[in-house]
């Protein structure tokens, strides 16, 4: 089934990378970017996505914080927050915000089973 | 300034993604040092001249400052660095070691333990980017100084004055300990060139071959 996915990450090439791994995963899927929080939010306003995936180390409001916010906007979207720092305390509010962790470098793999598990 | 054209907008947030992977492992490593969350900000990656590069840490700290740095060669040399206020080198010494050992044991361990964290951290930050840019840099043993920044980020032979440097920055805080220090890079302007055509191919490997999105936004 064809869905809507919103890459919020204020890296391009973060967001390219998932970009890469989406288009052998869900070729179909239509993609929408946004570089920061707000412009997530505003975006999620206009058209809800059925799949959000989030950077957490970001200028201004960070990627669990914008989860939080988006659980509020949206409670349907399915959330996943992409970070390097691993630390037990990251993973945790990630997943209290109802968020899968996904560590960075995404592998297609990580990704993958992320969307998998919310199509069965 | 005409160097920052060196590295373009995509060369940049792919140096700084880089450096937010490296530092996040080194935060990983400390966090298991000292047994509470490490909280990083967002790298910030710029091209100064040395005395603007002092100027910023001078601007972000008055106070004296403690420094543990190592240099690295290869095809790209430099310096990195671990920066914290001289006055707080005790609390990550006492929150490393652990908390019940007195003053005068802590004093005694202060250089040691200092080495030995910049040296896991410096070590894991430099070697996750080396690592990402398929490369190898061979890492000098990891010196204690105390100072400010002028005397930090002089990097032998004696650079001309006015030159230029990569400069990457990066605070760090354990909230509960009271700690907080910066993680601070070097390159000299010679490596950049170097490091612009890693960094191309490691843009190629990570986000390389991209349909055209359909997107919206940005």
């Not at chain 1, 960075?104 to 992320?114: A, D, I, N, V, Y």
């Not at chain 2, 940049?12 to 000292?34: F, H, I, P, Q």
Request: aromatic share 4%; with cysteine; hydrophobic share 45%.
């Amino acid at each position: 089934m064809k869905q809507t996915i919103l890459i919020v990450d204020d890296s391009k090439l973060a967001r390219m990378a998932v970009i890469k791994a989406l288009s052998s995963l869900r070729p179909d899927w239509t993609r929408v970017e946004a570089s920061n929080a707000d412009e997530a939010l505003a975006l999620v306003k206009q058209q809800t996505p059925d799949v959000a995936v989030l950077d957490f180390n970001m200028p201004g409001k960070d990627g669990l914080v914008l989860a939080a916010e988006l659980r509020e906007l949206a409670p349907q979207i399915r959330l996943a927050v992409i970070s390097a720092n691993h630390q037990v305390e990251v993973v945790n509010r990630a997943r209290e915000a109802g968020a899968t962790f996904l560590p960075k470098p995404l592998t297609e793999k990580s990704l993958g089973e992320f969307l998998d598990a919310g199509q069965q | 300034m005409s160097q920052t054209s060196v590295l373009d907008e995509l060369e940049l947030d792919a140096l700084t993604e880089l450096v937010n992977l490296g530092v996040s492992k080194a935060a990983l490593g400390l966090r298991e040092m000292v047994r509470e969350e490490v909280i990083l900000s967002v790298p910030k990656v710029s091209i100064l001249t040395r005395e603007m590069a002092i100027a910023t840490l001078g601007d972000q700290e008055q106070r004296r400052l403690v420094a543990v740095h190592q240099d690295f060669e290869g095809e790209i040399n430099g310096r990195a660095l671990l920066i914290f206020p001289e006055a707080k080198s005790m609390e990550l010494v006492r929150a490393v070691v652990g908390g019940d050992l007195p003053l005068e044991e802590l004093m005694e361990l202060e250089q040691e333990a200092l080495a030995e964290t910049g040296n896991v951290i410096l070590n894991s930050c430099l070697g996750t980017i080396a690592n990402s840019l398929q490369r190898s840099l061979r890492i000098s043993l990891p010196e204690v100084v105390h100072g400010d920044g002028a005397e930090f980020f002089s990097l032998s032979p004696a650079p001309e004055a006015g030159d230029s440097v990569l400069f990457i920055y990066i605070n760090f805080a354990v909230r509960r300990r009271d700690i907080q220090g910066y993680i601070a890079m070097l390159l000299d302007l010679p490596s950049l060139v170097t490091l612009k055509s890693m960094l191309g191919q490691f843009i190629e490997r990570t986000g390389g071959e991209t349909l055209p999105t359909h997107s919206h936004g940005v």
